[in-house]
Protein backbone atom coordinates (compact mmCIF):
# COMPACT_ATOMS: atom_id res chain seq x y z
CA UNK A 1 0.00 0.00 0.00
CA UNK A 2 1.31 3.43 -1.58
CA UNK A 3 1.60 5.95 1.47
CA UNK A 4 -0.39 9.20 1.21
CA UNK A 5 1.27 12.45 0.01
CA UNK A 6 -1.11 13.94 2.73
CA UNK A 7 -3.56 13.77 5.51
CA UNK A 8 -6.18 15.26 7.36
CA UNK A 9 -5.35 16.63 11.20
CA UNK A 10 -8.94 17.31 12.62
CA UNK A 11 -8.04 21.39 14.30
CA UNK A 12 -10.29 23.26 16.26
CA UNK A 13 -9.68 26.96 17.74
CA UNK A 14 -9.51 27.72 21.29
CA UNK A 15 -13.39 29.29 20.77
CA UNK A 16 -14.83 26.38 19.10
CA UNK A 17 -13.19 23.67 21.28
CA UNK A 18 -15.80 24.46 23.82
CA UNK A 19 -18.78 23.81 22.07
CA UNK A 20 -17.45 20.56 20.48
CA UNK A 21 -17.15 19.06 23.59
CA UNK A 22 -20.50 20.16 24.96
CA UNK A 23 -22.45 18.86 21.44
CA UNK A 24 -20.28 15.72 21.47
CA UNK A 25 -19.92 14.74 25.21
CA UNK A 26 -18.92 10.96 24.18
CA UNK A 27 -16.38 12.60 21.81
CA UNK A 28 -13.51 11.30 23.42
CA UNK A 29 -11.75 14.73 23.14
CA UNK A 30 -9.77 16.06 26.49
CA UNK A 31 -11.51 17.83 28.80
CA UNK A 32 -9.18 20.98 28.55
CA UNK A 33 -7.76 22.71 25.01
CA UNK A 34 -4.32 22.61 25.96
CA UNK A 35 -4.39 18.81 26.10
CA UNK A 36 -6.00 18.20 23.20
CA UNK A 37 -3.41 21.10 21.66
CA UNK A 38 -0.50 19.10 23.06
CA UNK A 39 -1.59 15.60 21.67
CA UNK A 40 -2.77 17.06 18.08
CA UNK A 41 0.70 18.87 17.74
CA UNK A 42 2.81 15.70 18.73
CA UNK A 43 0.83 13.72 16.29
CA UNK A 44 1.51 16.17 13.60
CA UNK A 45 4.92 16.23 14.06
CA UNK A 46 5.43 12.71 14.24
CA UNK A 47 3.24 12.21 10.93
CA UNK A 48 5.25 15.00 9.08
CA UNK A 49 8.84 13.09 10.58
CA UNK A 50 7.33 10.37 8.17
CA UNK A 51 7.71 12.29 5.54
CA UNK A 52 3.64 12.34 4.76
CA UNK A 53 2.36 16.59 4.96
CA UNK A 54 -0.11 17.00 7.13
CA UNK A 55 -3.00 19.15 6.57
CA UNK A 56 -4.87 20.69 9.09
CA UNK A 57 -9.05 20.87 8.79
CA UNK A 58 -10.73 23.55 11.30
CA UNK A 59 -13.48 21.64 12.17
CA UNK A 60 -16.07 24.69 13.35
CA UNK A 61 -18.75 23.41 15.81
CA UNK A 62 -21.98 24.39 13.67
CA UNK A 63 -20.57 23.66 10.25
CA UNK A 64 -19.71 19.89 11.67
CA UNK A 65 -23.00 19.47 13.66
CA UNK A 66 -24.52 20.37 10.08
CA UNK A 67 -22.67 18.17 8.76
CA UNK A 68 -23.72 15.09 10.86
CA UNK A 69 -27.51 16.25 10.72
CA UNK A 70 -27.62 15.77 7.23
CA UNK A 71 -25.98 12.15 7.49
CA UNK A 72 -27.77 10.96 10.46
CA UNK A 73 -24.59 10.09 12.43
CA UNK A 74 -23.91 11.25 15.71
CA UNK A 75 -20.97 13.80 16.22
CA UNK A 76 -18.13 11.27 17.73
CA UNK A 77 -14.33 10.10 16.95
CA UNK A 78 -15.63 7.97 13.67
CA UNK A 79 -18.00 11.40 11.97
CA UNK A 80 -15.31 13.64 12.90
CA UNK A 81 -12.65 11.78 10.91
CA UNK A 82 -15.16 11.14 7.95
CA UNK A 83 -15.71 15.25 8.07
CA UNK A 84 -11.81 15.37 7.99
CA UNK A 85 -10.83 12.72 5.44
CA UNK A 86 -14.11 14.33 3.26
CA UNK A 87 -12.99 17.78 3.80
CA UNK A 88 -9.13 17.01 3.12
CA UNK A 89 -9.77 14.60 -0.27
CA UNK A 90 -12.30 17.95 -1.52
CA UNK A 91 -9.30 20.49 -1.24
CA UNK A 92 -10.50 21.67 2.03
CA UNK A 93 -8.22 23.30 5.39
Given at each position: ?????????????????????????????????????????????????????????????????????????????????????????AGG?
Amino acid sequence: MERPRSIGLAWYEPGDYPRIREAAPESGLPESYAAWQMSALQIEREVARSGVAVVRIRIEPEAFLAWCRARGTAPDAKARAAFVRETHEAGGS
